[in-house]
């Protein structure tokens, strides 16, 4: 398994960007596939986005479609979370997660790592 580190959170103004990255140790990283989960206190959480091993495929959560995209670069084992059009709503804490797979995977048991989480605090 690979281990995760996040980074990127912060505090922002509504209509604002953010871009979160997600660092993985180990040779493996290039053959996981990656996903973005966030959770906020009494809301239900769950998957923003999902990124295959290569890049080449791309999931996104409905709320999120069209604000957010997610990328990585294998070289530097780094996965990102490109966040526009902030609303309060995307307050959380956001989490990446990764699984030894080639396709997107959108069901948060099947992924096996997960990194700490970073917080993101968008304000009106």
């Known amino acids: 398994q690979v281990q995760l580190v996040e980074s990127g959170g912060g505090s922002v103004q509504a209509g604002g960007s953010l871009r979160l990255s997600c660092t993985a140790s180990g040779r493996t990283f290039s053959r996981y596939s990656m996903g973005w989960f966030r959770q906020a206190p009494g809301k239900e959480g769950g998957l923003v986005a999902a990124?295959?091993?290569?890049?080449?495929?791309?999931y996104y959560a409905h709320s999120v479609r069209g604000r957010f995209t997610t990328s990585r670069d294998n070289a530097n084992n780094t996965v990102y979370l490109q966040m526009n059009s902030l609303t309060p709503e995307d307050t959380a804490v956001y989490s990446c997660?990764?699984?030894?797979?080639?396709?997107?995977?959108?069901?948060?048991?099947?992924?096996?790592?997960w990194g700490q989480g970073t917080q993101v605090t968008v304000s009106s």
């Open positions: 997660a990764g699984r030894a797979n080639i396709g997107v995977v959108v069901e948060d048991v099947l992924y096996a790592s």
């Open positions: 990124i295959d091993w290569r890049g080449d495929s791309t």
